[in-house]
């Protein structure tokens, strides 16, 4: 496997919301009204280092599915040229879901695995590897919550509201809890394990993400399509479980805390 998927089409709703607290320079102050959380500058744009880490972990081709409206990110990616990857783009015309952001990158997947991730998580490399070269068929990689609580930049509070990952006795994904309470909590049992969405998929993830309808939210969410693929295209998904840390960009008080964490990262694009 050495495609990825970048699903970069949010609309950056808490982004774009005034902080009088964050610390921003002038040009993070300008990409954080607009709302495009991956081109937020953090020495360069925060989805550089995403690239950069997917190129460590050995993946060679990505897309970004993006907005119509996104030519900052299309300008961007063409002007550096990348050596060790290549960047492909996919439209997402309306931002109906993550599932339909996944939907729009099936013409790049070409049925051959293909690894999904967020453009607003900086993800560890190990991870990222781990999917692409220990596994046959289709995964997930969980985060273990004390790892995540021991080492992200994300606040505890919004931690532990994170999905849980709830598997079988072979370690196979049997639900996604979103917003999990005591009682989910006691369920999956000790150690807890979130989802940071951060996938391989195979070709029947696109069956899914067609077949489902709007969630409560009047989205198309990818947990949804994938419990579709589990429940009733039979697909499994195995789990593999890293003690180390995403770290997320999702508003404006986040970027001084990534801007510590990412400073002796080498950018290698």
């Known amino acids: 496997m050495y495609k990825a998927v970048i699903l970069a089409r949010g609309l950056g709703t808490r982004m774009r919301k005034a902080d009088p607290g964050a610390e921003l320079t002038k040009d993070q102050a300008a990409v954080a009204d607009i709302g495009v ?4 500058p953090i020495g360069r744009p925060f989805l550089d280092y995403v690239l950069s880490g997917l190129a460590d972990a050995g993946y060679r081709r990505v897309c970004l599915v993006i907005g ?94 994170f999905a849980v990952v709830q598997t079988d006795a072979a370690r196979r994904l049997t639900r996604i809890i979103e917003k999990p ?16 969405n951060c996938w391989r998929f195979g070709p029947v993830i696109f069956r899914a993400c067609r077949a489902i309808g709007p969630s409560p939210r009047g989205e ?35 970027i001084a805390a990534l801007r510590d964490r990412l400073a002796g990262v080498e950018v290698n694009l």
């Open 181 to 196: 309470g005591p009682q989910d909590l006691a369920a999956v049992g000790e150690p807890i394990r979130l989802s940071m």
């Open 37 to 40: 959380k991956a081109m937020i």
């Open 68 to 161: 119509p409206e996104h030519h900052q990110v299309r300008d961007h990616y063409a002007k550096l040229a990348p050596r060790r990857l290549t960047v492909e783009f996919a439209v997402q015309a309306k931002p109906l879901g993550t599932a339909d952001a996944v939907a729009a990158a099936e013409d790049f997947a070409a049925g051959e695995p293909t690894l999904v991730i967020n453009s607003d998580n900086y993800y560890p490399v190990e991870a990222l590897r781990a999917l692409r070269t220990e596994l046959a068929g289709s995964g997930l990689a969980a985060f273990g919550r004390d790892g995540m609580l021991k080492g992200s930049n994300i606040p505890a509070d919004r931690i532990t509201n």
């Open 220 to 254: 198309l969410e990818l947990p949804d399509a994938v419990q579709y693929a589990i429940g009733r295209l039979g697909e499994t998904f195995d789990v593999l479980t890293f003690d180390a840390p995403v770290l997320d960009l999702s508003s404006r008080s986040d």
